[in-house]
């Protein structure tokens, strides 16, 4: 280990009080600091509000349908036998793939089922689909499942937030770079200029080359890229690194103490996902947290994970993991392992929206929620209110179920598909 993580952290001096507490708490344990030090989240009172929505309402699921635009989105709606109904989405990309799966492999557990069995369908679907573990079909849940806590919130008059005993609010959020392709110098431009503009605190970027086997995208990109944007954004900003799956430990742990001495905060996905020993062995070597976990949906991985301090920071995706009711779970292990949690939510459709209103509840969550800096024409326009970054924060949707409302000319032109009870 370079230095001690405490002291490391302590150093930065990067994000304020609330953000150096959270993360020199998780560096602290990290460390070796005695158990009494290591942070401890109460999850009681989310366990008892989950237990509480998860009272049955009486109500039968009568209709799944799901509304399809092209490859990137797939919308759900399930409606009940009194006519109550509530909205989620199916993971992004390939998201034509993931309705079918819906409709062939999730709708018959969920049809007749009570909207408050989010519990017991979750573990249906995936128990029914053992021949076929996780990726699609978590992805399909996802709608499902997205979509009964909406009608459940609806039904009480509240925000997702609010039925889980949050309270919406702003939250503040870091901007997270999409590319590889821009340059170091135009990358620490335009951050600085959103940090100006938008008030952002914090910024990742993107180092290496996806599952690039210690690939740079160019060469030496990552050498210039960390030490331009640190240059271009100041010592006040956060600055956070994503992989992308690209390295060995060698050097990954080169990369970690590059972005150690430039005063990062999070090396996120520094390994191959899937070699929790390697990320294991990488968050050994170095101060800088290790986060990761967003392409991790097996309940019992997570564990694994956990146990073996592969990452200090969890970042399940309520998408690929199965919906909230999943992600909740791997959040509240993660409380139970004195982890923060930062979801995965690289994109505006309503990932980013399910992600507020579970940062809004989790007693373990971080400084920040990730928020794209990327326009991407697919998620434009896409519901109302948008979502917008106003002095680094973005506020909770306030409305009930999610606060947010599809597009009526998107849903229109939408490709359209039912599953009814018989």
């Known amino acids: 280990m370079t230095l001690h993580r405490r002291e490391f952290l302590k150093s930065t001096a990067l994000l304020g009080a609330a953000a150096g507490a959270c993360l020199g708490g998780c560096a602290a344990a990290k460390a070796g600091a005695p158990a009494a030090a290591a942070p401890r989240y109460d999850t009681s009172a989310l366990g008892e509000r989950i237990r509480a929505a998860g009272e049955k309402t009486g109500l ?10 092209g490859a990137n989105l797939s919308f759900a709606r399930v409606t009940a036998d009194d006519g109550s109904e509530g909205w989620g989405q199916l993971s992004p990309f390939d998201a034509d793939v993931s309705a079918t ?46 979509a009964l806590w909406d009608l459940l919130a609806r039904r009480a008059g509240k925000s997702v937030c609010a039925l889980l005993g949050g309270a919406p609010r702003p ?36 180092v290496g080359k996806v599952n690039g086997h210690d ?41 970690g103490r590059l972005l150690e001495a430039h005063g990062g905060i999070h090396f996120e996905e520094p390994c191959p996902y899937w070699e929790l020993e390697w990320t294991a062995e990488v968050a050994a070597a170095l101060a800088v947290p290790i986060a990761g976990g967003e392409q991790d949906n097996d309940l019992a991985q997570w564990r694994r994970m956990l146990a073996l301090h592969a990452v200090d920071i969890a970042q399940p995706d309520v998408c690929y993991v199965g919906g909230l009711t999943r992600a909740l779970r791997v959040a509240m292990l993660a409380a139970d392992a004195g982890k923060l949690c930062v979801p995965h939510s690289a994109n505006l459709s309503w990932v980013t929206v399910f992600t507020l209103h579970l940062a809004g509840v989790i007693p373990n969550a971080g400084p920040f ?27 909770i949707p306030e409305g009930p179920g999610w606060g947010v409302t599809l597009d009526p000319a998107w849903l229109a032109a939408a490709a359209r598909r039912e599953s009814v009870r018989q």
Not at 237 to 254: F, V
Not at 370 to 379: C, G, K, P, R, Y
């Open 60 to 69: 039968a699921i009568t209709s799944v349908e799901t509304y399809t635009g």
């Open 171 to 206: 939250i503040p959020v870091y901007g997270s770079s999409m590319s590889r392709t821009i340059s170091p110098r135009d990358e620490g431009a335009r951050m600085a200029a959103l940090r100006d503009s938008a008030g952002f605190r914090a910024f990742k970027v993107r």
């Open 369 to 395: 929620v990730e928020f794209t800096i990327e326009d991407n024409a697919w998620t434009r326009n896409l519901y109302r209110p948008a979502l917008a970054v106003e002095n680094g924060c973005v506020a």
């Open 215 to 255: 690939e740079d995208e160019r060469p030496g990109r990552t050498e210039a890229l960390i030490p331009e944007v640190r240059r271009a954004v100041g010592d006040g900003t956060g600055l956070l690194a994503d992989g992308n799956s690209c390295y060995t430990p060698r050097r990954a742990i080169e990369v």
């Open 101 to 146: 799966i819906l409709h062939r492999k999730i709708a018959p557990h969920v049809l007749g089922r009570d909207p408050a069995d989010f519990e017991a369908i979750a573990d249906r679907c995936i128990e029914a689909n053992y021949k076929y573990p996780w990726s699609f079909v978590c992805r399909a849940l996802c709608g499902v499942d997205t």
